[in-house]
């Protein structure tokens, strides 16, 4: 397959902490591969398991520019399946904001 053109089969929609898309072929009907499917399925399992807090520990430690992203990934999907308030969750996308910008040096 060359540059720009589309594979026939549907590919998984997973999307890697690089910003990168898996690119596996999806599994049945499913919108994931074999691999990420499970993942989801593993992840969606803890998230309704879960008690509704989130730990202080997503904003620690935050190293460089992929942890900031990790953070505020789960920060993002914390608030979006309810496990915290959203005036604690704008308590930390501030620290995840603060954080970019010292690392950028603004």
């Known amino acids: 397959m060359t540059a720009g053109t589309h594979s026939e089969f549907p590919l998984c929609r997973h999307t890697m902490t690089t910003g990168r898309r898996c690119q596996s072929p999806a599994h049945g009907s499913s919108a994931y591969c074999f691999h990420h499917k499970k993942l989801h399925h593993s992840r969606r399992s803890a998230i309704d398991q879960a008690p ?31 496990q915290i308030r959203p005036s604690r969750a704008g308590k930390m996308l501030f620290a995840l904001q603060q954080a970019s910008a010292n690392l950028h040096g603004r």
């Not at 997503?58 to 399946?81: C, E, F, H, K, T």
């Open 52 to 82: 509704v807090a989130i730990s202080t520990q997503v904003l620690y430690p935050l190293r460089n520019a992929l942890s900031i992203q990790q953070a505020l990934s789960m920060v993002v999907s914390a608030l979006g399946s309810g």
